[in-house]
C-alpha cells in the first residue's frame, strides 16, 4: 500500500537496525534457521523407520551439518552488512515508510535477487527494501527503550521494526502512540 504522494511527512530520520539489538529479528532468525534442521531430523528418523542408535546419530550428524551451514551463511550476512541495516524513516498522519539506504540498500540490490526465486526475481521492485505500514495496520506497539526499537504490530505478529536515535526516539514514540490512540478512538 503505498501512501498519498501529497501526503506531508511529520518525521524523517535515518537510523540503523543492528540485527542482534532487535528480538524481533533475532527471533525471526532463529525460528527459520532451526525449522529446516529439524525438518531433516525428522525426515531422516521417518526415512529409516524403526529409529535405532545408527539412525539418531546419522540425523543428529546431518543435522549438525545443516544448523553449522545456516550458521555460517548467517555470519557472512552479518559480516556483509556489518550487523546492521541502515534505513531512512518517514512518518506521517496516514503511515510510515522505511527505506533501505547506502550500503544495505547497495547489498541488498546483489543479494536479494540471489535468495528471492519467485516470480518476480531480479526485478527493480523485490530489490527495493522498502516497506509502507498504515496506521490502520497495527494496532500494538512493543518498545525497547535502550536499543531505541519500536516494533508495530498486528495482534501479536510484528508488522514493522523501527529504529531510532537519540535525538529522535521519544519524539517518534510519541507520535506514534497518539496516532495508534486516535485509530483505537475513530474504530
Request: glycine share 10%; hydrophobic share 50%; proline share 5%.
Amino acid at each position: 500500500m503505498n501512501p498519498q504522494r501529497d501526503q506531508e511527512v511529520s518525521f524523517a530520520w535515518t537510523a540503523r537496525l543492528l540485527f542482534w539489538r532487535s528480538r524481533v529479528l533475532m527471533l525471526t532468525v532463529g525460528v527459520a534457521l532451526l525449522m529446516p534442521v529439524l525438518a531433516i531430523g525428522l525426515l531422516i528418523i521417518v526415512l529409516d523407520w524403526p529409529p535405532n542408535r545408527d539412525s539418531m546419530l546419522m540425523a543428529l550428524f546431518f543435522m549438525g551439518v545443516a544448523l553449522g551451514l545456516f550458521a555460517l551463511g548467517g555470519l557472512l550476512m552479518g559480516f556483509l552488512y556489518q550487523g546492521g541495516h541502515t534505513y531512512h524513516y518517514m512518518v506521517d498522519s496516514k503511515g510510515l515508510r522505511s527505506i533501505g539506504v547506502g550500503r544495505s540498500a547497495a547489498l541488498d540490490r546483489i543479494v536479494v535477487p540471489h535468495l528471492n526465486r519467485g516470480p518476480h526475481a531480479g526485478t527493480p521492485a523485490s530489490t527495493s527494501p522498502s516497506e509502507y505500514v498504515t496506521w490502520g495496520e497495527v494496532d500494538n506497539l512493543s518498545v525497547d527503550a535502550k536499543a531505541r526499537i519500536i516494533t508495530l504490530k498486528r495482534g501479536w505478529l510484528p508488522r514493522m521494526v523501527i529504529a531510532c536515535d537519540e535525538a529522535n526516539y521519544a519524539a517518534v514514540l510519541a507520535f506514534i502512540e497518539q496516532r495508534m490512540a486516535a485509530g483505537r478512538s475513530g474504530r
